[in-house]
């Protein structure tokens, strides 16, 4: 597999002109193999393209991965953040996700990380779980304020049909939980970390300022970037690339020389309304202007009654000709987003 995508990386050579300002080693589980093959992929990915001096180079990882001499080797080889995997610090819980680790061993990992020199570490949590109830959220919270954490991703727990979860939801060993769960605890994380001095920048993304996810930001900005490996996605500003997900398929094209992707070439009513997608769920809105400019629209127009509803129900702001959802709003985003996208 690491050869393979050493040869994509080759194949792509061409795909970006642009200096790379973030590598991100994701989609998956990274921190299960060799330090030794991420030294290599970066050593090809430097080979091939101008890489930025200060570029953000994040891993992902489990904290069971996690002990001293991984996390000192993933920093001498310039890795400077990491993404744990750490969704809860409550032992039932953890249970009840099967997860495989414990809450002992995800503050371990942390300090392993500390103490090895990373001080950009991000850390996902998990609400909206059968049986956590709103104290123990807020003790997750402020464990992770006790670790010093200074970048916290909280997602809202998803039930898909084909998982195990779904097959519990299914035969009533799992119940689901009530609406109205998912947004006390999501209010709950909002004051909570607002008062801890977090940016709430992203719909689940919190930082200390100077710690936003940099690679992350690239996306909502609609900002060109490569993916390599089986299922990975690329971007280019006109089109969509997206590699077949099966792994030996993948390996047997490239090894024969060929790219395994499909692509969608985007109209421009595509790329606005990924542009109100990703804008809306950020703290820097979408600029009115530049819809405007680049598409030909006039979104407020458009819209007019909508959005004065928005602002007069404090859902929202104008500034400077940008439309930024405030915070109450962002656990409203999508729905606000299906209301201004355009139809054709």
């Avoid at 989609?27 to 890489?51: M, R, W």
């Avoid at 390599?228 to 099966?246: C, D, E, K, T, V």
């Avoid at 006039?298 to 009654?305: A, E, F, G, N, R």
Wanted: proline share 2%.
């Amino acid at each position: 597999m690491i050869a393979a995508i050493c040869k994509e990386l080759i194949l792509r050579k061409d795909y970006l002109s642009e200096r790379i300002d973030t590598i991100y080693f994701g989609g998956g589980t990274p921190s299960i193999i060799e330090t030794s093959h991420i030294s290599l992929l970066l050593e090809k990915i430097a080979g091939i393209y101008n890489i930025k001096a200060d570029a953000e180079i994040t891993l992902e990882a489990n904290p069971e991965d996690m002990n001293k001499s991984t996390a000192k080797a993933l920093f001498n080889l310039g890795i400077n953040r990491i993404s744990l995997g750490v969704q809860s610090f409550d032992d039932k819980v953890l249970d009840g996700l099967n997860r495989a680790h414990a809450k002992t061993e995800a503050i371990e990992a942390i300090h392993h990380l500390q103490d090895s020199g990373f001080s950009n570490i991000t850390i996902d949590l998990i609400y909206g779980i059968p049986g956590q109830n709103n104290e123990v959220w807020q003790a997750n919270l402020a464990q992770a304020m006790k670790l010093d954490i200074p970048h916290l991703s909280c997602y809202a727990l998803t039930i898909e049909e084909n998982t195990a979860f779904g097959h519990w939801l299914k035969s009533g060993l799992l119940k689901q939980v009530p609406e109205i769960k998912y947004e006390q605890d999501y209010n709950t994380m909002c004051q909570y970390l607002a008062k801890e001095g977090y940016l709430h920048y992203e719909v689940s993304s919190f930082a200390r300022p100077g710690f936003e996810s940099r690679h992350n930001s690239s996306y909502w900005q609609q900002k060109a970037y490569i993916g390599l490996g089986p299922g990975a996605h690329s971007f280019n500003q006109r089109s969509r690339q997206y590699n077949i997900s099966h792994n030996a398929k993948y390996i047997k094209s490239i090894n024969n020389g060929e790219l395994p992707f499909n692509e969608e070439i985007l109209s421009q009513t595509q790329l606005l309304n990924e542009y109100i997608l990703t804008g809306l769920r950020t703290n820097g809105g979408i600029d009115l202007q530049r819809i405007e400019q680049e598409f030909g629209i006039d979104l407020y127009k458009k819209h007019s009654k909508f959005i004065a509803r928005c602002v007069e129900d404090n859902l929202a702001i104008i500034e400077n000709n940008t439309f930024i959802l405030s915070d109450k709003a962002l656990i409203l985003a999508d729905s606000i987003i299906i209301e201004l996208m355009i139809d054709k």
